[in-house]
């Protein structure tokens, strides 16, 4: 068996809102290089806290074998796109 490797990659942000924006958008644009990447996985935390996980995505299982793309917070029907801004 292939061994594999996680990136751990610290980016800083100014608060958890911009945090998980960014964090969003860097899974994404991630996933669209490589198969590998596992978005429903990305989490941030507070730098002096790292042991306190704040989820990127809701990750809920759809139909078809998909997840849902929208923030774990959201109160509009899971969907494998995000809405619109």
Known sequence: ??????IH???SAPDLLRARIFAR??????ARLSARVEPGGVTVSPEDHQDV???VFC???????TRCTLPPDH????TRRPLPH
Not at 25 to 30: I, Q, S
């Open 1 to 6: 068996m292939t061994e594999r490797w996680v």
């Open 9 to 11: 990659l610290p980016v």
């Open 25 to 30: 958008t860097a899974a994404r644009v991630l």
């Open 53 to 55: 996980h704040h989820w």
């Open 59 to 65: 990750d809920r299982p759809l139909p078809g074998g």
């Open 75 to 78: 109160t509009t029907p899971c």
